[in-house]
């Protein structure tokens, strides 16, 4: 008998979270169709056909949700206009990241109500990946006892237009669910890391521009740059982890939201301590009190992921940076990393 390979559809699959998804289907032998904007930056995709395409474009998100012989049974949405503080919070891309995120939803989720509507046995299992950045400000301003719980979402009020859009984008999938049918899962990311993620051009996140800045010393001293006064804290889940957090909540009918994320907090000054012993080498830090920064506290909530995915991660922040910092160090110092 022929065993007909599961199909999944990754949007955004040249980013990072996307392209280690698409490896991990890949690994669970899916047959993957991967669309970005433009490939994986730093290794070969691993999908069976990568479409370079603007999801913008209506015509184009049409094509890539059509396939030949058989449908989806899964889509991953990652797609969007992101990055961290310092192209989130600046207020200079709000337009951009509004625009562009919110039509990629608006074009998605349309063209699979039109091919369920055509076809009663399409019915793929869609996942949106939403953001930690939609809880509201008031409930993350002391630092030391941020309040992320799902339900606290609402009254509305994210600290910055990337945070709304994503709270509009959750409420469409679930607008679509009701009124179409369609079989989603929802996620709220908190702040996921690891190697192959960017890492400079001004869209890197903190673990990334701590894990840059500190290879960039020449020596075993120096001084970095800390944005902010370095008691803002986050939490920070793994790529590994949040993977598997997504499989598995995919294999479940629960639609969410959910967050998926790390309970191990910790204050930016004492991540910037953790990857210098990582390193081996002695920082200080030049706190820049002006920059961009976001909420003052922000900690995952994983009291509903446990419960409904019977898991929780596992790995520690510290073994995590390590990982990262030894990849990004191949990156900055190319000749040195191969001694």
């Known amino acids: 008998m022929i065993s007909i390979k599961k199909k999944a559809l990754v949007l955004g699959g040249g980013g990072f979270i996307g392209s280690h998804m698409v490896r991990r289907l890949k690994a669970e032998n899916y047959?993957?169709?991967?669309?970005?904007?433009?490939?994986?930056?730093?290794?070969?995709?691993?999908?069976?056909?990568f479409i370079v395409g603007d999801l913008t474009d209506i015509n184009i998100v049409k094509d890539v949700l059509l396939l030949s012989k058989s449908e989806f049974s899964e889509i991953y949405q990652y797609a969007a206009d992101m990055g961290g503080a310092g192209f989130v919070f600046t207020g200079d891309n709000d337009a951009q990241i509004m625009h562009n995120s919110g039509l990629i939803n608006i074009n998605v989720l349309s063209e699979i109500a039109k091919l369920k509507i055509k076809n009663i046995n399409f019915n793929p299992r869609v996942f949106y990946s939403s953001s930690a950045c939609i809880y509201p400000e008031q409930n993350q301003l002391d630092p030391?006892?941020?309040?992320?719980e799902e339900s606290s979402a609402y009254p509305a009020n994210p600290d910055s237009e990337y945070g709304w859009e994503k709270l509009f984008s959750e409420r469409l999938y679930f607008a679509y669910a009701r009124n179409f049918e369609i079989n989603i899962a929802v996620a709220r990311?908190?702040?996921?890391?690891?190697?192959?993620g960017t890492w400079n051009g001004g869209?890197?996140?903190?673990?990334?521009?701590?894990?840059?800045?500190?290879?960039?010393?020449?020596g075993n001293e120096g001084e970095i740059e800390v944005w902010g006064d370095g008691k803002q804290t986050r939490s920070f889940l793994f790529i590994d982890e949040c993977i598997e957090a997504t499989r598995r909540f995919m294999s479940t009918d629960f639609q969410g939201p959910m967050n998926i994320g790390s309970?191990?907090?910790?204050?930016?000054?004492r991540m910037v301590e953790i990857v210098a012993e990582l390193a081996g080498k002695k920082v200080s830090k030049n706190y820049i009190l002006d920059a961009p920064t976001g909420v003052r506290g922000?900690?995952?909530n994983n009291t509903l992921m446990k419960k409904?995915?019977?898991?929780?991660?596992?790995?520690?922040?510290?073994?995590?940076?390590?990982?990262?910092?030894?990849?990004?160090?191949t990156q900055v110092n190319p000749v040195n990393s191969r001694h």
């Open 31 to 49: 047959w993957v169709r991967a669309v970005d904007l433009k490939k994986p930056e730093y290794s070969d995709s691993a999908a069976d056909e």
């Open 203 to 218: 869209r890197e996140k903190s673990p990334a521009a701590i894990c840059r800045k500190v290879a960039e010393i020449s």
């Open 144 to 148: 030391d006892n941020p309040n992320c």
């Open 263 to 269: 309970e191990e907090m910790v204050s930016l000054t």
């Open 298 to 300: 922000r900690n995952s």
């Open 189 to 196: 990311f908190h702040n996921i890391f690891g190697p192959e």
């Open 308 to 329: 409904t995915l019977n898991w929780d991660y596992s790995m520690k922040l510290a073994d995590g940076l390590l990982l990262t910092y030894l990849w990004i160090n």
